[in-house]
Structures are given as structure tokens and as C-alpha cells.
């Protein structure tokens, strides 16, 4: 369960940065699908790893 916190977390933060990023430049970020996927699952193995790492 902490894993998948850790990996929302990680998502919520990278999603805020973008939409700051978005603002700060007054243009549309738009993210393929085929792009968007990776990214996320590279958040959650992060995230795993992270965790693993803290219970060792």
C-alpha cells in the first residue's frame, strides 16, 4: 500500500511541475498516450524501489 501512495505521490508532483511549467510559459502541454503509460510505470517502479529500499 505504501508503494502505491508513493507512486501517486510521485504522479500528483510530476503533474503539478507540468502544469506550472504550462503557466509559466502560457502554452498547452499535450503528452501522448505512448509516452504518458512509460512515464507512469516508471513513477510506480521508483516508487517500489524506493519502498523496498526502506524496508531493508
Same mark, same amino acid.
Given at each position: 500500500?505504501? &508503494?502505491?501512495?508513493?507512486?501517486? $505521490?510521485?504522479? *500528483?508532483? =510530476?503533474? =503539478? $511541475?507540468?502544469?506550472? $511549467?504550462? *503557466?509559466? &510559459? !502560457?502554452?498547452? @502541454?499535450?503528452? +501522448?498516450?505512448? *509516452?504518458?503509460? +512509460?512515464?507512469? @510505470?516508471? =513513477?510506480?517502479? *521508483?516508487? %517500489?524501489? %524506493? &519502498?523496498?529500499? %526502506?524496508? !531493508?
Amino acid at each position: 500500500m505504501e &508503494t502505491f501512495g508513493r507512486g501517486c $505521490l510521485y504522479i *500528483i508532483v =510530476a503533474f =503539478a $511541475l507540468l502544469f506550472l $511549467l504550462a *503557466i509559466i &510559459t !502560457q502554452s498547452h @502541454i499535450n503528452i +501522448p498516450w505512448i *509516452i504518458a503509460i +512509460p512515464l507512469m @510505470i516508471l =513513477a510506480f517502479w *521508483i516508487a %517500489k524501489k %524506493k &519502498t523496498d529500499e %526502506k524496508n !531493508q
